[in-house]
């Protein structure tokens, strides 16, 4: 199949390369909130479903719940689209805590306790949150991976093994405190990287 | 209200990523809720976990699952979206009760079927008690009781909704948070004229009872 016309290849990559950064999808997904077209939703679903998926593979669910998972998730995306506010939020990041919440609810059959996301809407704003929302994915990861690696780790370890602090302890057989520093040193650093990039 | 006492950088990594028991997350979620400035920083953990869900391989999605879902949606009743915008923003709530503690115990600790456990100390257990270590409790605390030094193996958290106390770490009044973890001992001092309530999640059961014996031990001795 690779011995398509170059023309050709020059179109898909455009096509592909027209959604590249964060913030087109949240454009995408901001439209959607604004106005309920299944067009923008299957572009969106195409992009967010299989990492959606993958996500949940990765806390350790069997790929049948994943599955059905993704799916619960990409509906929850359409039914809650209204209470989507593009400066609050990435696509990326609004869709991971669906994903979260719907993985989390299945696994212990109880709500995760959430800040209700209803107070979006309610509370005036009280900061512009434009500059941490437009630093694009790409920055991002590359701040990741510039982590120290046991600083990484324990960040992977939480995001995406669900794992507690002092299960990361035993785990990793070290104090709670020190797994504490490390999650703290990490996410600070990231942080500044957003304030300092805006 | 004016808050002091804020949640340490690593409890937000972790209700951000959803890696924190129930227990502890209804703490931190009542916390964030009344706290302009732990919710921007919870939504900054956030936005990691926005970067890393982007950052992950596709994982091959079923043939059909557009189709499955596609189909769902036009099953979906068609929302008013203005009306849902405006009905949401008078909805009154209450000043001492965060909300999500209000969907646990309903408005007010009067209706509270609060247990005594010696004279002016109660407690009501919440029903996170499934989770595979957290226990979460409210606590009722007359003026002038003390605990006894302790120090705990794991995290602890304790939001002040009413009332006040004082302690090691400095004074604590009502949408305050201590976020202690084992390296802190303290001798938490209940300082004003009424009762002081407080929302208390462990993240080690055993912990808990130490802590609730530790509690119920002065008060036997006399
Ligand atoms: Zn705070």
New binding site residues.
Partial sequence: MDNNGSGEDVDNVVAMTQLNSSSDWSDLLQELSENKDKKIYIQLFSHFAPKVKAYIIRLGLVETTAEELMQETMLAVWRKAHMYNRSKAAASTWIFTLARNQSIDWMRKQKYPEYSLDEWIEEPDEHNHEGENLVTSDRMEKAISKLPENQAQVLYMSFFEGRSHSDISERLGIPLGSVKSRIRLASEKLKTMWRDDV | MN?KH??DEATLVSYAAGSMSQAMALVVAC?ISI?P??RERVSQSEAIGGILLDSLDEASISDDALDQVLACLDQEPEIDIEMIRTSKQHQPSSDLIPRPLQDCIGNSFEDIEWKRIVPGIYYYDLPFKTEKGGASRLMRIAPGKAMLPHSHDGNELTLILQGSFSDEMGRFTAGD?ADLDSEIEHQPLVDSDEDCICLIATDAPLKFSTLLGKLVQPMTGF
């Fill in positions: 808050i804020h949640l916390h706290c400035s732990c948070i």
